[in-house]
């Protein structure tokens, strides 16, 4: 069974369905409402755990009924939470989201998340070090991301970081991480780059696989065996809502990585094309026989 431990952020997500984004001081009606379970690191967990991986996660939850539901939610994908911490005083991260005209806008309030820390990506050693992979995102303090991946070096185990939300990386970063999965944006901000033109460039500077998500276009990626960089074409579907695709590629791409990288960035953009049809960052995601069954049907077509 495939191992992987994801060191992230857990949030809820207040999801409001409105016809267009409001402009600033305007108010709208939207058309629905709904709470759903997120952030970027247990997303990533649950993508991993729902595609049959053994999954262990770091992070923080405050002892408030979001981390309550949070908690449960994690544990019933069947998520091994040692690693979890429960703070007494400091509330559940959580992110407000917009979703209208087929896009989605986001605000992050870290709480828990910004507690973090490098002691507890320590403590989680064992499990690192079993791990096939490990996942890592920006929703949680720097030092605690830069824990993460070199512990995952000292240990050989690859650490796979999504430099999500967009921030500037420390050039250090690059030689760390064993894959870096930026989107477009992502790319242009932690690097200075110019997408897929600076692709080489990254490569240079990375020394590691990039892959980068390019929404519903699918993914481009290179590697040593693919110096120049490869195109994975998306997957056409019906989108509900986009909130949390990257982390489904992500998870999907952890799980998949030990049957080489085209195959895993196949496999990644399928899932995540299958997470794009119903509401929620987690609601979409497939089961390995779902997405199985997806991609027969798709190589039939
Ligand atoms: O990547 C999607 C996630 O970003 C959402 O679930 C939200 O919690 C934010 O962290
Ligand atoms: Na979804």
New binding site residues.
């Given amino acids: 069974m495939t191992r992987i431990v994801v060191v992230g ?1 857990i ?1 809820m ?1 207040l999801v409001t369905l409105a016809p267009r984004f409001p402009g600033p001081g305007e108010t709208l009606l939207g058309s629905r409402f709904l709470t759903a379970h ?3 690191g247990a ?1 990533q967990a649950v993508a991993a755990a729902r595609l049959g991986a053994s999954v262990s996660m770091v992070g923080a939850l405050g002892r408030d009924a979001f981390g309550d539901q949070l908690y449960q939610g994690l544990a019933k994908e069947g998520i091994d939470l040692a690693h979890v911490a429960r703070l007494e005083d400091e509330g559940s991260g959580s ?1 407000s ?1 917009t979703v209208a005209e087929g896009e989605n806008q ?1 605000i ?1 309030v870290p709480a828990a998340n910004a507690r973090v820390t490098p002691t507890q990506v320590e403590a989680a050693r064992d499990a690192i070090r079993h791990a096939d992979a490990v996942l890592v995102q920006l ?1 949680i303090p720097l030092d605690t991301v830069e824990a993460a991946l070199r512990l995952g070096r000292r240990e050989s185990v690859p650490v796979i970081l999504n430099p ?1 939300p967009a921030q500037k990386l420390p050039a250090e970063w690059l030689s760390l991480a064993s894959h870096l999965t930026p989107n477009q944006h992502e790319l242009a901000t932690a690097l200075s780059a110019d997408a897929v033109t600076d692709f080489r460039e990254l490569m240079r500077r990375a020394h590691c696989p990039v892959v980068l998500t390019r929404g519903g276009e699918g993914a481009w990626y290179c590697d040593d065996t693919h110096p120049a960089p490869a195109h994975q074409p998306g997957f056409a579907v019906a989108a509900i809502d986009t ?2 695709a ?2 489904t590629f992500n998870g999907a791409l952890a799980v998949f990585l030990h049957e080489g990288l085209p195959q895993a960035v196949r496999k990644a953009c399928a899932a995540a094309a299958l997470s794009v049809t119903k509401l929620g ?1 987690q609601g979409g995601m497939p089961q390995q026989a779902e997405l199985d069954a997806f991609l027969t049907d798709r190589s039939r077509a």
């Fill in positions: 952020s949030n997500d997120g952030g970027k997303n992110a989201i986001i992050v929703e999500a909130t949390g990257g982390d960052a």
